[in-house]
């Protein structure tokens, strides 16, 4: 899967959150300082070029949708980063959170009960 740039990114999150949108909506919903109508219409092109996002036409106007799902970008982006960063352990990356007081200890009880329970 292509990696997205920061604000490409931004965009898909917002046509998750959102929902099917025109372009207007989008920069409604992007932070400060908002982009220029025409950086996000060409980010938004270039996203359907990936083949991450769709659109339904009316008149000529675009409604774009995402089409790859948050869930599957979400698991490509975290298998990403331990591989790169974790030796590919979910261990050593909590034990980095861990270290780093990011995480605390009811916390990891609350996931290594959602472990037990998946196992069941």
Do not use: C
């Amino acid at each position: 899967m292509k990696k997205l740039a920061p604000r490409e990114e931004q965009i898909m999150h917002v046509l998750w959150e959102i929902g099917p949108s025109f372009i207007k909506d989008i920069i409604e919903k992007l932070p400060e300082p908002k982009p220029h109508y025409n950086s996000v219409s060409t980010m938004v092109r270039i996203l359907e070029t990936k083949g991450f996002i769709g659109h339904t036409e009316f008149g000529k106007s675009h409604q774009y949708h995402a089409i790859l799902p948050k869930e599957e970008y979400q698991s490509n982006a975290v298998n990403d980063m331990l591989g790169k960063y974790f030796n590919n352990s979910f261990s050593e990356m909590i034990a980095y959170f861990a270290k780093k007081e990011k995480i605390d200890e009811a916390e990891l009880n609350n996931i290594v009960e959602m472990i037990k329970n998946k196992k069941s």
